[in-house]
T-cell receptor, first 112, second 114 residues
Framework: TQLLEQSPQFLSIQEGENLTVYCNSS?????LQWYRQEPGEGPVLLVT?????EVKKLKRLTFQFGDARKDSSLHITAAQPGDTGLYLC????????????FGSGTKLNVKP | DAGVIQSPRHEVTEMGQEVTLRCKPI?????LFWYRQTMMRGLELLIY????????DSGMPEDRFSAKMPNASFSTLKIQPSEPRDSAVYFC????????????FGPGTRLTVL
């Protein structure tokens, strides 16, 4: 059972456009992470958010953790072809912070 | 550091055969995780170890799956007998004790069971 739902599943945009990816759950998480995965490789951690309402920025990427720690969003400003990949959110269990539940992923394609 | 190393990168086998996947974590990392990724179910945690001891194996699908970590630098995930529904990409990840929420993933092993 997927505890984390990501939307949209697929996104194809032109270079320079903005986009937002959502990660939602009915469960509370002790922390939430975002990863990017490229074909043939393992996921690479982008950010970890811990506090409800927390906002973190990584260059053109902005991550937000929901106030209730049940949801998160990833916003990309002026997307570039290098942003293409599979974006995964992962929530850490409140019972065991070493145990992460992954969302189904958003496959982003940025066309030049 | 070379990162997490997994072998083989690709494995094709026939139903009923035994499959062994291997992982070498990053040196000095105390935690090792095994995940499985499929289109239908996404990325799922199978089992994880702390200091070579299995801590949580609740994600292991059934008795056909077993994992061992005989020492700090090596772990195996074995499937016996394998079935077509086991076809997936299997990832190994490791993390240091000082920052357990930072997992470093290997490149994965793509398993195809015919």
């Amino acid at each position: 059972t997927q505890l984390l739902e990501q939307s949209p599943q697929f996104l194809s945009i032109q270079e320079g456009e903005n986009l937002t990816v959502y990660c939602n759950s009915s469960s509370v998480f002790s922390s939430l992470q975002w990863y990017r995965q490229e074909p043939g490789e393992g996921p690479v951690l982008l950010v970890t958010v811990v506090t409800g309402g927390e906002v973190k920025k990584l260059k053109r990427l902005t991550f937000q953790f929901g106030d209730a720690r049940k949801d998160s969003s990833l916003h990309i400003t002026a997307a570039q072809p290098g942003d293409t990949g599979l974006y995964l959110c992962a929530g850490a269990s409140t019972d065991n912070f070493n145990k992460f539940y992954f969302g189904s992923g958003t496959k982003l394609n940025v066309k030049p | 550091d070379a990162g997490v190393i997994q072998s083989p990168r690709h494995e094709v086998t026939e139903m009923g055969q035994e499959v062994t996947l291997r992982c070498k974590p990053i040196s000095g990392h105390d935690y090792l995780f095994w995940y499985r990724q499929t289109m239908m179910r996404g990325l799922e945690l199978l089992i994880y170890f702390n200091n070579n001891v299995p801590i949580d194996d609740s994600g292991m699908p059934e008795d056909r799956f077993s994992a061992k970590m005989p020492n700090a630098s090596f772990s195996t995930l074995k499937i016996q007998p394998s079935e077509p529904r086991d076809s997936a990409v299997y990832f190994c990840a490791s993390s240091p004790v000082v920052k357990t929420d930072t997992q470093y993933f290997g490149p994965g092993t793509r398993l195809t069971v015919l």
